[in-house]
């Protein structure tokens, strides 16, 4: 599995009790409770290198997803319904069958900030991999992908307008991560069936000076972070921008949208080294 697919997934949309002022809104994880909702998410990869083949690969995942209340927070209970790939068109072959029956779990708090994930030790084995190595790298990947769109802006109060820069980490083959930056901006309030959501604006950038008028649009405290801004890591690009529709009542998110390439170093035994380049497309909702 993918670094970029994350196997927990959510996020945005109503406006009317989260309303302190005409531009001001808050975040709250309010999700709705047990009755079943549907997590999509379509994502393809293109990678190309000096010398290689190009390779295409297109995942297209569907889960089950049931929230239940807890007396200390929530539980959201994912189930595979789809899990569909293919490489240069070809399917592959055993790729909804590892995973049926898997059941995972992910508890937080009343905040919606994750306590705990069960399941993925199962996922693992059932995927063939090295257990330790593998449950690790799903574990990563989930608290990552929840963080980027629940944890890091659940319980927050934000101005229609306001600009924000946070650090991710990417996981490279060999060595430490390496670190990138996304500026995400609120853009403004759209239609979204029969709610108004919020529309939320992304960029990101390996090296944070790039990321140029988000970093600027900073208040005093954010130029104050933004120095502190680490540069690039050599042998490694990362370009992306992307948007979002989320409820800020709810925090389920009715649809978003990201693209990103990746550039890094490669070498092969006795070969110069060569930029290898990653194209990444992806689609998702959790409604």
């Not at 994750?114 to 990563?140: I, T």
């Not at 949208?257 to 959790?286: F, H």
Request: contains cysteine.
């Amino acid at each position: 599995m993918s670094r970029f697919v994350l196997v927990s997934l959510l996020a945005i949309v109503v406006l009317s009790p989260c309303v302190a002022s005409a531009q001001e809104l808050q975040f709250s994880f309010n999700p709705p409770t047990e009755r079943s909702l549907i997590e999509s998410l379509k994502r393809t990869r293109i990678e190309s290198s000096s010398g290689r083949p190009t390779l295409t690969e297109v995942l297209e995942m569907q889960m089950q997803v049931v929230v239940r209340r807890t007396g200390t927070g929530y539980t959201l209970v994912r189930k595979p319904l789809l899990l569909r790939r293919t490489y240069n068109g070809k399917p592959v072959q055993a790729i909804p069958g590892p995973i049926a029956g898997v059941v995972l779990t992910d508890e937080t708090d009343i905040n919606g900030q994750l306590l705990a994930l069960h399941g993925y030790e199962r996922l693992a084995k059932r995927s063939g991999r090295v257990a330790g190595a593998a449950v690790k790298n799903f574990v990563a990947q989930a608290v990552a992908h929840w963080n980027s769109r629940i944890g890091h802006f659940a319980g927050r109060s934000i101005q229609l307008g306001d600009v924000a820069v946070t650090r991710q980490s990417y996981d490279l083959l060999s060595g430490p991560p390496a670190w990138f930056y996304t500026a995400t901006k609120y853009t403004g309030l759209v239609p979204c069936g029969s709610k108004r959501c919020l529309q939320v604006q992304f960029s990101c950038d390996s090296n944070p000076s790039t990321l140029g008028l988000a970093i600027s649009a900073l208040p005093e405290s954010g130029y104050r972070e933004a120095a502190h801004l680490q540069p690039a890591q050599d042998g490694l690009e990362i370009t992306g921008s992307g948007h979002r529709l989320i409820d800020p009542d709810t925090m389920l998110i009715y649809s978003e949208s990201a693209q990103r390439s990746i550039r890094t170093w490669t070498q092969r035994p006795g070969r110069a080294k060569v930029w290898k380049t990653t194209l990444e497309a992806l689609e998702y909702s959790w409604r």
